[in-house]
């Protein structure tokens, strides 16, 4: 990185306005993060909302989990 592209942590006594070369950073930042991580990001989400919907129904989930298993286990 750039001594241009680095991000400015304080305004030494001027405006904190937020410079052109800090924008193009960003906006290179992410792109990059988009552009990689969105696969990842999407599966991270649905695992949350798989565990969400899981914990809030444990009984059911321990139900079901134990007639698959008694099934396969009939089945072999």
């Known amino acids: 990185m750039t ?3 680095m ?3 304080s305004s030494h006594g001027e405006a904190a306005d937020t410079t052109s070369a800090e924008l193009s950073a ?3 930042h992410l792109a990059l993060c988009n552009g990689e991580g969105a696969r990842r990001v999407a599966m991270h989400c649905g695992v949350r909302r ?3 919907l899981v914990l ?3 009984v059911s989930a321990v139900a079901v989990a134990a007639a698959m ?3 396969t286990w009939l089945v072999l």
């Open 26 to 28: 960003l906006r290179e």
């Open 50 to 52: 798989l565990q969400g």
């Open 7 to 9: 991000w400015r942590t």
């Open 69 to 71: 298993v008694g099934i």
């Open 3 to 5: 001594q241009s592209s």
């Open 56 to 58: 809030g129904r444990r």
